[in-house]
């Protein structure tokens, strides 16, 4: 496997880690890089994440054997528009955004005779922090990657996309796209925003930065994701929002729950629904300890 070029649209943190990765790998002989930023495309290029930057979508894009699509999630549709015309028909794209169903809708809307070319993914990996300056050559290492194939993508690009992201130490579940926003749904998308309400929650108390002071290194571990870029996120919950909607729907109902025992003054009660909690707890990280040891 072996990339003459790599065409990487978005030179953030997603893109810039693929982009270490791939050259640590040694399959990616030259790697093009474009972010709507100029400020972007300049550091990347200085700190050598990419070794050299396009002026457009189409120049990354031209005589590409690969492209990465690493941008905010509503943005996929009009970079899909610039890149179709100039993309090889024998090249790989991918995406590596957070929801599926709506990135699937808009490549059916805009890739044309470029669709098979298309393989949706999703690394389920990051950082609180955004940025080509936090760039992490194994933030893929010992990750899941989701891959979400199109009935359309070309059974060489399916098998490939398998081989650069193994390449790169991920390991490999396939979901269907709407089966991949609703489980993501649950177990990222509702944490985000738990976190975002919990700490708007907190500062909108007179005491806010007083209380925030005390936080200890469990409140840290549960708010961190309250730092997450904004733009990214705001895509995330308005494109999947009936899944996360959903989500909220089933939280309200746990959360009345607790309410309503501590309302009532009910311990017994109270212990039991925690000790479920804990113990469903315990038993997903062991099971997650075995899994990651097979």
């Known amino acids: 496997m072996k990339f003459e070029k790599v065409a990487l649209i978005g030179c953030g943190l997603m893109g810039g880690s693929f982009a270490l990765a791939a050259k640590r790998a040694g399959w990616a002989n030259h790697i093009v890089g474009y972010s ?3 400020a972007s495309r300049q550091k990347a290029l200085s700190m050598g994440v990419i070794d050299a930057s396009a002026d457009s979508i ?9 492209v990465l699509l690493a941008v905010p999630v509503k943005a ?5 528009e610039a890149i179709a015309p100039v993309l090889k028909s024998t090249a790989i794209l991918m995406d590596v955004g957070s929801t599926k169903s709506d990135i699937v809708l808009a490549a059916l809307a805009t890739l044309g ?3 098979h070319c298309f393989v949706p993914v999703h690394p389920i990996t990051g950082k609180e922090v955004a940025g080509v300056e936090h760039s992490d050559a194994d ?21 490939l996309a398998k081989q650069i ?7 490999i579940t396939e979901l269907t796209p709407s089966a991949h926003d609703a489980a993501f749904a649950a177990v990222s998308h509702l944490p985000h925003v738990l976190a975002y309400a919990i700490i708007r929650g907190i500062f909108q108390q007179s005491n806010g930065p007083a209380l925030i002071a005390l936080g200890g290194p469990g409140f840290r571990d549960f708010s961190r994701i309250a730092a997450s870029d904004p733009v990214v996120w705001r895509d995330i919950l308005t494109t999947n929002r009936e899944q996360v909607l959903l989500q909220i729907a089933h939280f309200k109902k746990a959360l009345g729950e607790f309410e309503k025992a501590i309302e009532s003054n009910k311990p017994i009660e109270l212990e039991g629904m925690i000790r479920e909690a804990s113990e469903l707890r315990f038993n997903w990280r062991l099971g997650a300890n075995q899994n990651s040891e097979d």
């Open 76 to 80: 996929t549709a009009t970079c899909f």
């Open 58 to 66: 189409a120049q990354a894009v031209q005589d590409a054997d690969l």
């Open 36 to 38: 709507a930023s100029q």
């Open 165 to 171: 992201w193994k390449s790169l130490g991920s390991y």
């Open 139 to 159: 933030l893929y290492k010992d990750r899941a990657l989701i891959l979400t194939p199109m009935e359309s993508s070309g059974s060489k690009q399916v098998q």
């Open 113 to 115: 005779d470029k669709l």
